[in-house]
């Protein structure tokens, strides 16, 4: 529908708009949603208004900036509207045109995406920089363009963010030593652009499809493998619609398949309680639930103690969506941090680690644990984190 | 009314700077151009005053890479019309380009008359903040730099201009139009564009190409670049070691030794 003028007719053309007219006005979406409770117009609101013809009121209004994403609508909804999916991100484009200011980190974010590939601003050329400090040896396609089994789709926060890039590290050892033959795009990679299009950017998604599908075209390889569960939904469920067909996992699930080759590696106790943290694109969007935990119940001395909150009823970070940049401007409107919201439920654990599986969710627990002061009793680790560390003898 | 904005592509320093092997100029194989960020602010001002009190924006900018994606930018922005003026001789001065400049808005149709010429009031690349006052001489038009308000009297005969002075000082002005300013900041940040928006424009808008005429007069290339250098590593911190007593104990030599007691 692009940025063209969106009216009622215009949206119940589209099979997607038009499942707002089987919408049971049940409130299930707006009673889920980690934000109902701030929007000016919640979910379910947002749908009767549609109908009602007040498209201008709900573009006019800022409520969907409040959408971070995390597929609960959707996953609940009794009628199977895909809100998060088709229908939010639609609205979300009418909202970011509308604004009279697009909230400044975000629009830095999205800018920076379109010309570095990266949300954070960072130079393109430098963003296999952090390979250099791998353990061990790390194939660049552009350098050697030989097939590969693997292609390790590393994406942005994993590439460039110094803690992120511990999970990078992490991935690089965990592959070597199970004898992948893996590969990296290095610089030619780009984000795979999954924040961008339900931030409400389909332009800039894409811009980043062509991109990037034109440097898949470019290199023979098996399967796609990648540490981002925001780019493994996107390939998965909208990039498989323009000619992507690799196969493709999560590095969760990847990794959970060689379990058998993995445990024997797994030398050292941790001794560590652990909750995992159930990463909206992974759990609720694409059903990964168990190989995150298998893994980490095959850590030695690792036990597990779930959230009150836990798999398809977790509780977002607050990332999604476009939220990673717009941390200051919910602190602005008073709204209270979803990763403090989720932390304080992983501190009732009684863990001593909050494990996760999103590069986002890192420093985004980090920062929450350092506020909420828990951070003298609990770390953030990625699972394939905690593998490596279990690795050492 | 119609107001001129003056665009130029910059090297962006988000991708790290090379010099070329002549060291001579920046190594144009790894360098990537972006609008100087006081002529975004320049063209979001012009936008402000559009949606004010009508009339229109032109784009004008030299060639240079990346340059079309900023036109068509700035076209699915708002602006009108996107002019690229072609074939300039590279490496010109500051006053070089303020006089070719001049020349293309008078002899170019539909340029002039214009109410007010908007340009950035200083690029990164050579901090001169000499091009729109030329502009403006050449022109025979009044200058004022440092901007970062303008607002129209209702006739169109006149603005009334806020210019920033050290020390948080503001001087405002009301200033005779058509003018030639020199833009620091617009009223609020540079408007984000979506890119499908961009995308639009290149399919249904053009940029217009303009020739540079040939400049007589030998004031074009006064001034040569003798070499380029990346910053020299000086000297650098001296981290003190030790327990609290020898690092206070060799921290008062080092005072000592500097004279400060």
Request: charged letters at 20%; glycine letters at 8%; one cysteine or more.
């Amino acid at each position: 529908m692009g940025t063209s003028q969106v009216t009622l007719e215009s949206l119940l053309q589209f099979p997607e708009g038009k499942e707002i007219l089987t919408c049971l006005q049940c409130g299930t979406c707006s009673g889920t949603c980690p934000y109902g409770d701030v929007m000016e117009f919640p979910p379910r609101r947002m749908v009767a208004m549609l109908r009602a013809g007040m498209l201008d009121q709900v573009f006019a209004s800022d409520s969907l900036l409040a959408c971070v994403a995390c597929y609960a609508c959707m996953a609940k909804c009794p009628r199977g509207i895909r809100l998060t999916e088709v229908l939010l991100p639609l609205l979300k484009e009418q909202t970011l045109a509308h604004l009279s200011e697009v909230p400044a980190e975000l629009q830095k974010a999205l800018q920076s995406t379109l010309r570095y590939g990266n949300p954070m601003g960072e130079p393109s050329r430098k963003r296999a920089a952090w390979v250099k400090t791998a353990s061990v040896p790390i194939r660049i396609l552009a350098e050697d363009p030989r097939p590969v089994d693997v292609l390790w789709f590393v994406e942005c926060y994993t590439s460039f963010h110094p803690r992120c890039q511990d999970n990078s590290r992490a991935t690089a050892l965990l592959f070597h030593k199970l004898g992948i033959d893996f590969a990296i795009l290095g610089n030619e990679e780009k984000c795979v652009g999954e924040c961008a299009r339900l931030t409400g950017e389909p332009g800039l998604f894409e811009t980043l499809v062509d991109y990037n599908m034109a440097v898949f075209q470019k290199y023979r390889f098996k399967r796609v493998v990648t540490s981002c569960p925001h780019a493994y939904s996107a390939l998965k469920n909208l990039y498989s619609s323009i000619g992507f067909h690799w196969e493709l996992e999560h590095t969760t699930p990847f990794l959970a398949r060689h379990l058998v080759r993995l445990k024997p590696l797994l030398v050292r106790k941790l001794g560590y309680i652990v909750t995992y943290h159930d990463s909206c694109c992974l759990g609720r969007q694409n059903d990964v639930y168990d190989a995150p935990r298998a893994l980490l119940q095959a850590i030695p001395g690792v036990r597990l103690a779930e959230m009150v909150h836990n798999r398809v009823n977790s509780i977002c970070c607050g990332g999604g969506g476009g939220g990673m940049w717009l941390d200051t401007y919910y602190k602005a409107k008073g709204y209270e941090r979803l990763s403090e919201r989720r932390a304080k439920e992983a501190a009732a654990t009684g863990a001593d680690v909050l494990a996760v599986s999103c590069p986002f969710e890192v420093s985004r627990f980090e920062d929450a644990f350092k506020v909420l002061g828990y951070d003298k009793r609990m770390v953030v680790r990625d699972v394939t984190e905690l593998l490596a560390e279990a690795m050492e003898a | 009314m119609h107001i001129l904005v003056i665009l130029k592509m910059v090297p962006d320093v988000v991708e790290e700077l090379e010099i070329a092997p002549d060291g001579k100029a920046l190594n144009t194989d790894y360098l990537r151009m972006i609008l100087s960020e006081s002529d975004d602010h320049a063209l979001e001002q012009a936008l402000l005053l559009k949606e004010r009190h009508g009339g229109n924006v032109t784009v004008v900018a030299f060639d240079a890479p990346e340059v079309d994606d900023t036109l068509f930018a700035a076209l699915a922005k708002g602006a009108s019309r996107a002019v690229k003026i072609v074939g300039a001789e590279p490496g010109m001065t500051t006053s070089g380009a303020g006089r070719l400049l001049a020349r293309i808005l008078v002899q170019e149709p539909a340029l002039l008359p214009a109410g007010l010429v908007l340009a950035g009031v200083q690029a990164i690349d050579d901090l001169d903040a000499l091009v729109a006052p030329l502009l403006a001489h050449q022109l025979a038009m009044p200058y004022l730099g440092i901007v970062t308000r303008v607002a129209l009297d209702p006739s169109g005969e006149t603005a009334s201009v806020l210019k920033e002075y050290p020390g948080g000082v503001r001087g405002e002005f009301e200033v005779r139009l058509p003018a030639v300013l020199g833009i620091q900041g617009a009223e609020k940040p540079p408007r984000y564009v979506p890119v499908a928006k961009v995308r639009a424009a290149m399919k249904s808008q053009k940029i217009d190409t303009v020739q540079a005429p040939a400049l007589t007069g030998g004031d074009l290339r006064l001034v040569e670049v003798l070499g380029m250098n990346k910053p020299q590593l000086t000297g650098h911190a001296e981290m003190l070691e030790g327990s609290p007593a020898e690092v206070s104990s060799r921290l008062c030599e080092i005072l000592a030794g500097r004279g400060v007691f």
